[in-house]
C-alpha cells in the first residue's frame, strides 16, 4: 500500500502554532498566579498589596520561651482578666526588634531570657562576609502576625484605625532559671509566668499564639535533630579516621632546635 505523501507545514504555520503554544502557556500561567498562591501549613492567605503610613501601624516583638532541658514552654496569665499569652509588646523609639523580644520577655515574664538558634526557614539572605548564615543555626524572627485595631479618641483627637505587627522570635532559659517579682510595667501586675508542657501551652492559648508555638516547637524539633545527626556523623567520622602516629619526645641529648632569625 502506497505511503500518502507527508504533509508539508509552512514556517508561518509552524510559527503561528508555536505563539499559540507560548501563549496559552502565558495565559495558563497568569491564571495560575490570580489563585491564592500556596503557603506554608502555619500561614494564612496572602495578603494584598498594601502600604501604610507612621501613624497607621505600630511594630512590636514577642518571644516563644523555652526551657530546652524540660521541654517546656513559658505561658503568662492574666489573673485578673483570666486569660493565657505570650510575652509581647510595642517597640520603644529607638529599640531594635530584638532588643524589644528581650525585654518584653522579662518584663512580662520576670525571666531572663537568651535568644535560642534554630535551623529555622527564614528567606532572609546571609551578608557577603556569609553567605551561608541563612542554612546554619541563626536567630532570626520565625514568625509574624497582624492584628487590626480600631480608631479610638485620645485627648482631643481622633487616633486613627491601623495594624499592628508583631515579630516572633525563640528564646530560652536554663534549668535552674530563677524568676524575679516586680519586672512588669503598672498595668502588668497581675501577669503570672508559668512553664508547661507544649501540649498543654497550645490547649490554654488563644489560636494565633497557639499556632506560634506549634511553629516555633518543630523548627526547636527539627533541630534537634539535625544537631543530634551532625553529632553522630562527627563521631563515625572520628571512628573511622585513621589514627594518628605518635610524636617521638625528643631526648635530653637531642640538639635544641635552631631559633629562627628575628625580623
Not at 148 to 160: E, F, K, L, Q, T
Request: charged letters at 25%; proline letters at 10%; a negative charge.
Amino acid at each position: 500500500m502506497a505511503q500518502q505523501p507527508q504533509k508539508c507545514t509552512s514556517t508561518a504555520s509552524m510559527q503561528q502554532t508555536a505563539g499559540n503554544s507560548s501563549q496559552t502557556r502565558r495565559s495558563s500561567f497568569d491564571r495560575f498566579l490570580q489563585r491564592p498562591q500556596p503557603m506554608s501549613k502555619y500561614s494564612s492567605p496572602q495578603v494584598p498589596n498594601s502600604a501604610w503610613t507612621g501613624e497607621n501601624f505600630l511594630l512590636g516583638a514577642g518571644m516563644v520561651v523555652f526551657q530546652p532541658e524540660t521541654l517546656q514552654v513559658v505561658v503568662l496569665y492574666e489573673t485578673k482578666k483570666k486569660y493565657w499569652f505570650l510575652p509581647k509588646g510595642r517597640k520603644d523609639v529607638g529599640e531594635s526588634l530584638e532588643q524589644a523580644a528581650l525585654r518584653e520577655a522579662y518584663e512580662e515574664s520576670g525571666y531572663r531570657v537568651e535568644f535560642l538558634p534554630l535551623y529555622t526557614e527564614t528567606r532572609a539572605p546571609g551578608p557577603p562576609s556569609n553567605p551561608q548564615a541563612p542554612y546554619g543555626l541563626n536567630c532570626e524572627p520565625v514568625y509574624i502576625s497582624t492584628a487590626a485595631y480600631s480608631a479610638r479618641i485620645r485627648g482631643n483627637r481622633i487616633a486613627p484605625a491601623g495594624e499592628y505587627l508583631t515579630f516572633w522570635y525563640v528564646g530560652q532559659i536554663p534549668e535552674d532559671a530563677v524568676r524575679e517579682e516586680g519586672t512588669g510595667m503598672p498595668d502588668e501586675v497581675n501577669y503570672e509566668a508559668h512553664l508547661m508542657d507544649v501540649k498543654d501551652a497550645v490547649k490554654h492559648l488563644f489560636p494565633d499564639e497557639a499556632l506560634v508555638v506549634r511553629y516555633s516547637w518543630e523548627l526547636f524539633c527539627w533541630t534537634h535533630r539535625r544537631l543530634e545527626k551532625e553529632r553522630l556523623q562527627e563521631e563515625r567520622k572520628q571512628q573511622s579516621a585513621p589514627a594518628a602516629p605518635e610524636s617521638e619526645s625528643p631526648s635530653p641529648s637531642d640538639p635544641a632546635p635552631a631559633a629562627e632569625p628575628a625580623t
